[in-house]
């Protein structure tokens, strides 16, 4: 009897409804009928009786998967105790978790437990252990009881955690573990590379391997906190992680992981290698029958205060290393101005022997010197006229050439535009016209044979250089 069920749902009314109906039938056919003797009614009730138990036993290998002998009389022995009500707890394990009431773990007798391809359970005989099992169907006795049922795939836990570095900066990140049940030697086909596997021409096994060792060390390997409290195996990697990941960043600075002596390493990364290493290393984790696929870590945070203090020298380094550019760069500039000047004026020395040469071919023997200085300032204005030269001077040079070219007589030029933020030269032509109309006036007749005699001693230096000519 189950209480607080209405009768109509109760098991045992759902059982002797068709017995009764099958009676009832039974003697509605036989009435007014001969009397039927003793060994026609035990034929009868054989008869019955075979044909209930036939059906059961034919629909038991229906109603379980069940492939071997073994397993079909396991499922017909089920069957009969479940008609019966003697049948102990019937329960399905998906994905890890158990699917079913807790009055039917409460059962005791012989029950069956259907395992989905990613789940296994073990099982205890009062409170010592009995067996584990994997995928499948179990038929479990009337003695043995479900301890613990686990998850065979890769399970991937996260923890935000706290740590320290060597100069005391608190960093908080996200430390990440993969992890499984220890496989032990078996080789899930998600993991082999054969290529029978991937060609479906190998021996058919389990989508996710099961290990009964480590499912045993993993139920009874369980720690125990300082507060007593115990931690369950799909806790304790982890918590291994968060405490390698402590160790690991104790040991360095702030600058060796985010200013590293290298530019081109990656401290954050190394940092994973190391914690993935010892993670999969650790014997507290291979007792247990745990196996570590991969250990990662999220994106450091430093407090507010320290991530301003490091963007100001973020920013007074970057600003330094401008400057320092820019300094270089101006040095760089002014060697090639140099350099260009240099040329410049080489070719200018060239292009002004070149134009000498060309204005003193002929017999310069009776060249007066004013001749002279006119030749001579006039190649020079023809060199500053070259528009590459013009640009590596400057417009007072220009101006000085043409006050050169008043002084010796030659005519003037239009002059030329001021170099923009220079203020432009003074022109001397009109000041020398003004004093020497002075000069003129003051002097008379006796300047004019100054002039004359001065005149004289030019023609007379300048025969000297046209012998030696």
Known sequence: MQPGVPFYRQRWFKIATPVVSVLIFYALLHWNQPKETLAGWVVDALAAFMLFFGTLALASQYVLPVRTARERRNALDRLFAYVSGGHGPIVFVRDGELVGSAEELKRRGAGVILLDGSSAVVLEKGRQFSRAVGPGIVFTKANERLAATFDLRKQAHSQDTQALTKDGIE???????????????????????????????????????FNPESAFKAYYGFAVTDKQELIKWVDLPIIVAAEYLRDQVSRLTLDDLFAPADPQSSPVSALQ??????????????????????????????????????????????????????????????????????????????????????????????????????????????????????MMISSDTMKQISNLRYWVGLPGEKAEAHMIGKPPSEDLSQIVAEEEAEEEEENGEGGEDADAGATASIESADEEPGEAA
């Not at 993991?191 to 479906?200: A, K, P, R």
């Not at 004026?345 to 204005?359: I, N, T």
């Open 171 to 209: 960093i908080k990140t996200t430390v990440s573990v993969v992890f499984a049940l220890d496989p032990g030697d078996q080789v899930s086909p998600r993991d082999s590379e054969d290529e029978h596997d991937i060609l479906g021409q190998a021996r058919i096994t389990p989508a996710f391997p």
């Open 273 to 390: 290698t190391r914690l993935t290493d010892q993670v999969q290393k650790t014997p507290l984790l291979k007792e247990r029958g745990i196996k570590v696929y991969a250990a990662s870590v999220g994106a450091l945070e430093l407090p507010e205060g320290v991530n301003h203090q490091r963007i100001r020298a973020w920013a007074a380094r970057w600003q330094k290393e401008a400057f320092t550019a820019l300094a270089n760069a101006d040095v760089e500039a002014e060697r090639i101005k140099e350099k260009a000047r240099a040329e410049a004026q080489s070719e200018m020395l060239g292009h002004f022997r070149e134009y000498l040469e060309q204005v003193f071919t002929g017999d310069a023997s009776g060249a007066s010197k004013r001749e002279i200085a006119q030749k001579f300032v006039a190649v020079l204005n023809r060199v500053a006229s070259d528009p590459v030269t013009r």
